[in-house]
């Protein structure tokens, strides 16, 4: 069982925005700005597309954002494209014996 | 341009030992942190290892704690991960990560990965 808790799937249609939710305690997404989120395609290594809670990297679309509001983070696309479809996760910091924890993924389908 | 390349997964029988390895390319390697990650097989990412770009500090998951040992030779760029008394539950793929400044938490680079099947 993951530390931090994502859907394990989520749909939308292309155009339509939709949110990832990344759920976890006080002693990592309630206490550490520290979540990042990651893509990951078939066959493929994970990206990185969001740091320390909000902040993208450069090459990064402008259509990924991310928010965090007491133990929970969410990665938000708008604009869904067919490249969107993907897994996704979270990760962050915990305070924990374990230095960072992730969530168990998110498989997003584009319909 | 980054690259980081991993090495030496194979397959082992459970209590067998193994050596991953890391190249590192494009980057000036001796001043980043460096994680390792897995993801078993249709499983989701597990992260297991880290080193501080200096070196002189290591921390590891529960799942692994007393069994692997991170390190890095800074001066052929290379980041390893020693595995002992491997288990059926370490089949993975292991990936070599680039930890991101300033804060060091979260991966920034990934290779591609090696994968370590654990089967008798």
């Known amino acids: 069982q993951s530390a931090l808790t994502q859907p394990a799937s989520l749909s939308g249609s292309p155009g339509q925005s939709i949110t990832i939710s990344c759920t976890g305690t006080n002693t990592d997404i309630g206490s550490y700005d520290y979540v990042s989120w990651y893509q990951q395609h078939p066959g493929t290594a994970p990206t990185l597309i969001i740091f320390d809670v909000t902040h993208r990297p450069s090459g990064i679309s402008h259509r990924f954002s991310a928010s965090k509001s007491g133990n929970t983070a969410s990665l938000t696309i708008s604009g869904l494209q067919p490249e969107d479809e993907a897994d996704y996760y979270c990760?962050?910091?915990?305070?924990?014996?374990?230095?960072?924890?992730f969530g168990g993924g998110t498989k997003l389908t584009v319909l | 341009q980054v690259h980081l390349v991993e090495s030496g997964g194979d397959l082992v029988q459970p209590g067998r030992s193994l050596r991953l390895s890391c190249k590192a390319s494009g980057f000036s390697f001796s001043g980043y942190g460096m994680h390792w990650v897995r993801q078993a097989p249709g499983k989701g990412l597990e992260w297991v290892a880290m080193i501080w770009y200096h070196g002189n500090s290591q921390y590891y998951a529960d799942s692994v704690k007393g069994r692997v040992a991170i390190s890095r030779d800074t001066s052929k760029d290379t980041l390893f991960l020693d595995m002992d008394d491997l288990r059926v539950e370490d089949t993975a793929v292991y990936y070599c990560?680039?930890?991101?400044?300033?804060?060091?938490?979260?991966?920034?680079?990934w290779g591609q990965g090696t994968l370590v099947t654990v089967s008798s």
């Open positions: 990760a962050s910091y915990t305070s924990d014996s374990t230095l960072v924890v």
């Open positions: 990560v680039r930890a991101g400044r300033p804060s060091f938490y979260f991966f920034d680079r």
